[in-house]
Nanobody
Framework: EVQLQASGGGLVQAGGSLRLSCAAS????????IGWFRQAPGKGREGVSC????????YYLDSVKGRFTISSDNAKKTTYLQMNSLKPEDTGVYYC??????????????WGQGTLVTVSS
């Protein structure tokens, strides 16, 4: 069974940091790109970041570049999203899932339950 378990969300003040974790199971981790998208209440999905399991190429949403860093530990089958200098507009439910990297965005085709990130002003 394919499972992606997201964790690490919480409530922080603007300027603070959080580290999200995505533990994967049920598939060959190295064959997939894994990343994160987010969704604010009443809004559509917004791809945040993605990292390839093969060549470690990455994608970042323009608004998070320089603040967020994605990484992957193949031995632990876990993908991390380090989020620094958080802003209220980063608030939303963050989901991890399989992604495809394009030049200007990432596309997601499977994912698990999300973890809530709330950034107060």
């Amino acid at each position: 069974e394919v499972q992606l378990q997201a964790s690490g969300g919480g409530l922080v003040q603007a300027g603070g940091s959080l580290r999200l974790s995505c533990a994967a199971s049920g598939f060959t981790f190295d064959d997939y790109a894994i990343g994160w998208f987010r969704q604010a209440p009443g809004k559509g999905r917004e791809g945040v970041s993605c990292i390839s399991g093969r060549d470690r190429s990455t994608y970042y949403l323009d608004s998070v570049k320089g603040r967020f860093t994605i990484s992957s530990d193949n031995a632990k089958k876990t993908t991390y999203l380090q989020m620094n200098s958080l802003k209220p507009e980063d608030t939303g439910v963050y989901y991890c899932g399989g992604c495809t990297i394009a030049a200007d965005r990432a596309f997601f085709d499977f994912w698990g339950q999300g973890t809530l990130v709330t950034v107060s002003s």
